[in-house]
């Protein structure tokens, strides 16, 4: 299915589910008196849908989560997008997956999942703004179920049993923190993150090459807005003289971004001919594609999960932002030599914030980074109907 449909399908049936649930949960809530201590008394069950680059983002919290308490099992409830993600961060003992290629594989897949998790002691709904994982949350009867509200507690409250404030416009990494001393856990440091991935992944912690940068150009099908073209791509290169003789690019992606990375070596080759360029998108598995990124010196690229995984690896980053905000999603890391490139147009950010973009996927915020005149504050973006 499309993201799309599967917005529609999350916000209406979702929002149905959810009115129509409220009075029987407050009822069995009251009938039952079970005990909702927040003390960890079985199996943790995280529930994260879309964004693998959002769960290397919360690694620290549910690292931090692994240490305090060793004996529970720890379980992740996703779609097939981002469970390669969860398998390289070796901190889940069981990975179970729904499929929402279809809207029959979605149901069938769902109720499998909720059947295998029913009755886990405590379920974390990493899920700012789906309806669909609060009522998945319930279903599976857990003892305590944790999540987030927005600016309206309304559609969350008495549903799960503990509720964390989320202000859209902090850092994210904050809140996810704080579920872990919500749990009575400290988030891990960065140093404690890194060498359990480097670990996971059996990687050298030795850099093996000068010269090799690598490019991550690519994200996933959530605002491709944040993408740069190939003629942007050479104005970066061009601008910032960092293509010496000698120099190797490699394009890490999957194979929907296989093209692009072909449209950005041949509009950058004409220009640095002496530059090496690999395309290696859809050609190496996320694992192996770590493996290389481990391997090299520099990464340039946008916000995706490439970034926030070279950042934990230590690599020094060059990123560029536009419909999401830097602040709100790069965690502080003292030792890692970073350029964030970011310029706050009036309708930055507006992923999640907007149902659609305001500019109508001209990524008003990404061109301003190659303008003069960056800011506009007299222009207005209007929906045609």
């Known amino acids: 299915m499309k993201l799309q449909t599967k917005k529609l399908i999350d916000c209406y049936l979702g929002g149905f589910l959810m009115f129509a649930m409220k009075p029987i949960v407050i009822l069995l809530g009251f009938i039952l008196r079970r005990d909702h201590a927040l003390q960890v008394q079985g199996d943790i069950c995280f529930i994260k849908m879309l964004g693998g680059g959002s769960l290397v983002v919360a690694y620290p919290t549910i690292l931090g989560l692994r240490s305090r308490h060793p004996s529970s099992k720890f379980i992740l409830i996703s779609t097939n997008s981002i469970k390669e993600s969860a398998h390289t961060l070796g901190v889940f003992d069981r990975i179970d997956s729904i499929d929402d290629s279809s809207l029959f594989r979605l149901v069938v897949t769902t109720l499998t999942c909720i059947i295998k998790n029913f009755k886990t002691d405590t379920v974390i709904d990493l899920e700012v703004y789906s309806r669909l994982t609060t009522i998945f949350s319930i279903l599976t009867c857990a003892r305590n179920r944790i999540g987030f509200y927005l600016e309206s507690v309304f559609w969350r409250k008495y549903l799960n049993t503990h509720l964390i404030f989320f202000q859209r416009f902090s850092p994210t990494y904050y809140w996810y923190d704080a579920i872990a001393h919500l749990l009575d856990a400290q988030p891990a ?129 060059t990123s560029f932002w536009g419909p999401t905000d830097p602040s709100t999603l790069l965690r502080p890391i003292p030792d890692i030599k970073e350029t964030v490139m970011y310029n706050k147009v009036p309708c930055s950010p507006c992923v999640h914030i907007a149902e659609m973009p305001p500019c109508n996927g001209e990524n008003i915020c990404i061109q301003s980074l190659f303008k003069t005149n960056t800011q506009d504050s007299s222009a207005i973006w209007l929906i045609n109907m």
Not at 209 to 221: A, D, L, P, Q, T
Not at 280 to 308: N, P, Q
Request: charge should be positive.
């Open 189 to 317: 440091t960065i140093q404690a993150c890194r060498e359990k991935l480097f670990s996971v992944l059996n990687l050298n912690k030795k850099r093996e090459k000068k010269g090799r940068i690598v490019i991550g150009h690519g994200c996933s099908e959530l605002s491709r807005e944040r993408m740069l073209t190939p003629e942007q791509w050479l104005s970066v290169f061009e601008k910032y003289d960092c293509l010496q003789d000698g120099v190797e690019l490699i394009f890490l992606g999957t194979m929907s971004e296989n093209t692009l990375a072909d449209n950005v070596i041949k509009n950058i080759s004409v220009k640095f001919p002496s530059v090496k360029f690999n395309n290696y998108c859809g050609k190496l598995s996320l694992i192996e594609s770590l493996c290389t990124l481990s391997t090299c010196c520099e990464f340039w690229g946008i916000d995706s999960a490439l970034l926030h995984y070279a950042r934990f690896m230590g690599l020094k980053c």
